[in-house]
């Protein structure tokens, strides 16, 4: 009887630890998506009420319009010149042996390991100087923001294809050729549809990453022209109320179907 | 040691049944093999016994106790695991003297325990190595020193050999065999391997689909299965359909009139609807021997050279195919398409 | 396929290698050089070889304290993000049932994915003055007056905690699903409390998840830029927003550059110290 008391209590602390955890990360998304449907203007409990209006108020700012709709072309840029460099490279890291493969690995996964803060710093002072010795703008435009959000998501699609391309059998590709099928047609018919999952999701993280960032961005919008996440922490400073929180929910939306969607294609889980 | 008792022992998983009210006595020394295919419920008994799954419904007793509410920690109990599950970061000596320090024992006693299993299964040397500088067949040897220093009240095996060669096998079959009777502790071996079972242990529960099918000592089993399923689980079994005519006198569905003396427990109220015979307790020649009860004629349709014997697929006149063991006959060799005679004992007929 | 073998690999990999370089590499090796050179009011910076940024760095106490406030921000919530994430990476690992595990797995990426800035905007709606924790502790009549939380080192703490404790629950759990479930159920039937099963078996083998977890997780926490600066206040001063500082307000490039590669040494120097830890105890991994 002692040892079945003492498995529950151990197991009830268990269990607890686990509904903290999970609390603790659930909650900030859960308070802002709840505040944004909130009717009035200043938190209070309970609610006197449920409205969309903070949806509209928020679309009606400016900085928020122009944020979501930046943060939308940047992320949509960086989905595509992250494939469009990524799958080419991820292609020679798995299907080719040579000499400095994995300094070069090791150099297309740098952008995870260098802080934002210090990457942001660096590129910035980097786009400046550009300006001084050739009259070419960097900072502060499309161009320069979308520069560095490409950075920003190359690794995680170069990771993702890699690890699907290391899963493929080669028998299968080379069965292809001793079908009659040269490089290039092997490639188009075999391995670019086999890898098709895992560049769809390579594709889908590199928006999410582009979309949420914040640190790197920091340092390269100009006056005027933010990304959303900056709009969101800007108008922080100022106040908090159920417009921020339904900007904030408008950000969860996105991000949470946009990984759904990636979940579909590779389980998340081993994305990591 | 114990006796160990499973009293309408039952596993359900919603609306499935793993284990169906399972009742079984193991006595007090005794070596008890659980034999079935997978997915029998075998296993699930050998978890329920050990504690790692909760039975659903009966008891289970260890002699005098009633083990069925403890958690795995207080049943005393040694467990080899089937891939072992040998700790990757112990030592040898380390991983044996785990379940010692568990039992809060000083550390001279549990020293000079190590030291004794680890004689009994012939590592003495190997105390300082990590598993995974072990070959297989040593792995094997400590995760049954682990289990059996503990001095438990019951030894569990699952399916100990699996993952060893067949020459391997062999070797540790006997050493296991020789372990239990010497320390004499109540052991139950879950296996899916025949030969496993019948060289191992002195009874033999035949397991399928949740239920016991057959409880006997390796030979009654093989003489006289009681099911179908058992006869064709162990070992090889002829049969032919059709229907029982005179008490000792099966008919065939072909016509074939065959008599038997041993009819299954199991069949009970149930008419047996099959006839059965082993293939190496056929008789084949060119002419009928006299001496036996049952006979048949057919020709000889493919020869498989096994080693030790040949086996021999028969066809029938009626199309029904026999296979026969038989040794290679150098004087008068047998041939494709050769017309033999077939000739076995009622007492090696069963209808099941 | 062997002639060209040279060939092929360097035109797949130069577009990728020419963006890295120009948009990480390049910039990273300039800041190096700038955090070398000295500030000048006049023209910002001047040419030099010196080490004087990073001597008024380390000597002046305002930023030791600052860099010490930081680590030590880093380090609490990282071991708080351990003690917590552990249960939940094992509970998260052994669950048996695939939808309930995928539905989890999915509540610990997408907030690991969500972004700083949603994440803040979170907890200020929570933790405000006026939020929600101190509307309902109103509500029930718990407090009178709102409870102060938002601008402390508290609110801090736990914000950081929960932004890396994702992290830190998905690489334990990526070790622990390497762990097979039977080497629990060994220790447990040669009579090991679940307590002490966790301590002698699950523990040890969970040590290189462990360190890279923690290590993520540090890293993240160290170079956190909105929490402290929203969540903590203009008192709550870590690296991260004080390197933007130095950077967009002050414009002092050479000091800018040189925090921002001691915040970066510090991250470096924990990877290193902690993979020759991790290979030395438990080989290469």
Redesign the interface.
């Known amino acids: 009887m002692a ?2 008391m003492r ?1 529950l209590t151990g197991r009830t602390a268990f269990l607890a630890s686990v509904g903290l955890a999970y609390l603790l990360v659930l909650a900030p998304l859960i308070a802002v998506f709840w505040v944004s449907f909130f009717r009035n203007k200043i938190i209070a409990f309970p609610p006197q009420g449920y409205t969309l209006a903070w949806f509209a108020n928020a679309w009606s700012l400016d900085d928020f319009r122009n944020g979501f709709v930046l943060s939308v072309e940047i992320g949509i840029v960086a989905t595509i010149g992250s494939l469009l460099i990524g799958v080419p490279a991820a292609l020679a890291l798995a299907r080719h042996d040579f000499r400095g493969r994995e300094a070069i690995s090791a150099a297309l996964m740098s952008p995870l390991i260098v802080p934002g803060i210090v990457a942001g710093t660096a590129v910035y002072m980097f786009y400046i100087e550009i300006e001084t010795w050739t009259d070419v703008q960097l900072a502060a435009t499309l161009p320069g923001l979308c520069l560095a959000h490409v950075v920003l998501a190359l690794p995680w699609t170069v990771r993702l294809v890699t690890a699907s391309l290391v899963g493929v059998n080669r028998l299968v590709e080379e069965a292809a050729m001793t079908l009659g099928a040269g490089p290039a047609l092997t490639l188009w018919r075999v391995t670019l549809p086999m890898i098709r999952p895992a560049i769809v999701a390579g594709g889908l993280f590199s928006f999410v990453v582009s979309f949420v960032d914040l640190e790197k961005s920091l340092f390269l919008v100009g006056p005027g022209r933010t990304t959303l996440p900056i709009a969101i922490i800007n108008y922080l400073e100022w106040s908090i109320d159920p417009t921020i929180a339904a900007v904030a929910t408008i950000q969860i939306l996105i991000i949470s179907a946009a990984l759904l969607l990636t979940d579909r294609f590779v389980k998340l889980s081993r994305a990591f | 040691m114990a006796k160990i008792a499973l009293t309408n022992l039952e596993k359900r998983f919603g609306s499935f049944v793993a284990v169906e009210s399972l009742s079984l006595d193991i006595a007090d020394g005794e070596f008890l093999a659980l034999l079935g295919p997978s997915g029998c419920g075998k296993t699930t008994i050998l978890r329920m016994i ?3 799954t909760d039975a659903t419904g009966g008891r289970i007793h260890f002699g005098a106790r009633d083990v069925t ?11 080899v ?3 072992y ?5 112990m030592t040898v000596a380390q991983n044996v003297a ?2 010692l320090e ?2 809060a024992l000083d550390r001279g006693e549990i020293g000079r325990r190590v030291q004794s299993a680890l004689e009994t299964v012939q590592l003495t040397g190997l105390a300082g190595r990590l598993p995974r500088q072990l070959s297989g067949g040593q792995q094997q040897r400590v995760a049954l020193a ?1 289990a059996i220093v ?1 001095r438990p009240d019951a030894l569990l095996l699952d399916e100990p050999l699996s993952a060893l060669d067949a020459k391997l096998r062999q070797e540790l079959r006997q050493e296991i065999r020789r372990l239990q009777r010497s320390l004499g502790i109540t052991t139950i071996c879950v296996t899916h391997d025949q030969e496993e079972a019948l060289s191992l242990a002195s009874r033999l529960v035949v397991m399928h689909q949740g239920r016991i099918e057959q409880i006997g000592t390796p030979s009654d089993l093989y003489e006289s299965p009681a099911s179908r399923f058992v006869a064709e689980f162990i070992g090889k079994s002829n049969f032919l359909d059709g229907h029982v005519g005179a008490p000792d006198e099966f008919v065939t569905k072909s016509g074939f009139l065959f008599r038997f003396q041993r009819r299954s427990a199991a069949v009970g109220s149930r008419a047996p609807t099959s006839v059965g015979f082993r293939p190496e307790k056929i008789e084949m020649g060119r002419g009928r021997n006299a001496a036996l009860a049952n006979h048949v004629e057919g020709k000889v349709d493919a020869i498989t050279y096994l080693g030790a014997t040949t086996e021999y697929e028969v066809r029938l006149p009626s199309l029904e195919r026999l296979t026969v063991h038989a040794a290679d006959s150098s004087a008068d060799p047998i041939a494709i398409g050769d017309n033999v005679t077939l000739s076995w004992s009622s007492e090696a007929t069963f209808v099941v | 396929m062997r002639d060209d073998a040279g060939l092929r690999p360097f035109s797949l990999l130069s577009p990728a290698v020419l963006v890295i370089t120009i948009g990480l590499l390049l910039p990273m090796t300039m800041m190096f050089r700038f955090s070398l050179n000295r500030y000048s009011a006049n023209e910002l910076m001047t040419q030099a070889l010196t080490l004087s940024n990073y001597a008024r760095f380390f000597g002046d106490a305002f930023y030791l304290g600052i860099l010490a406030k930081t680590i030590a921000v880093a380090l609490a919530s990282t071991v708080v993000a351990l003690v917590l994430g552990v249960p939940a990476a094992y509970f998260l690992a052994r669950l048996s049932t695939p939808r309930l595990k995928s539905a989890l797995i999915l509540m610990t990426v997408v907030p690991l994915l969500m972004g700083n800035s949603v994440r803040t905007a979170g907890w200020m709606v929570l933790l405000g003055d006026r939020g929600l924790c101190n509307a309902i502790l109103i509500f029930l009549g718990i407090r009178e007056e709102p409870l102060r939380i938002l601008y402390t080192g508290k609110a801090v703490l736990i914000a950081l905690v929960a932004a890396i404790l994702p992290y830190m629950i998905i690489s334990l759990q990526s070790v622990l699903e390497g762990i ?1 479930r ?2 629990e ?10 307590a ?2 966790f301590r ?2 699950l523990l ?2 969970l040590m290189p998840g462990i360190f890279s977890g923690s290590l993520l997780c540090f890293i993240l926490a160290m170079n956190a830029y909105a929490t402290p600066l929203l969540i903590g206040g203009p008192t709550f001063q870590m690296m991260a927003p004080l390197v933007y500082q130095q950077l967009t307000k002050v414009f002092d490039w050479p000091f800018a550059s040189s925090m921002a590669f001691v915040l970066m040494a510090v991250t470096l120097a924990s990877v290193v110290l902690s993979s020759v830890f991790i290979q030395n105890r438990y080989g290469r991994l």
């Open positions: 040892a079945r498995a | 050990s504690g790692l509410d403890l958690p795995p920690y207080a049943r005393n109990i040694g467990l695991f089937q891939g599950a040998l700790f990757p970061h785990f379940g568990m039992r682990r503990i | 097979e039977v080497y159920e060994a220790a447990l039937t040669l009579g090991a409390h679940p002490t099963m002698r078996v040890p083998m």
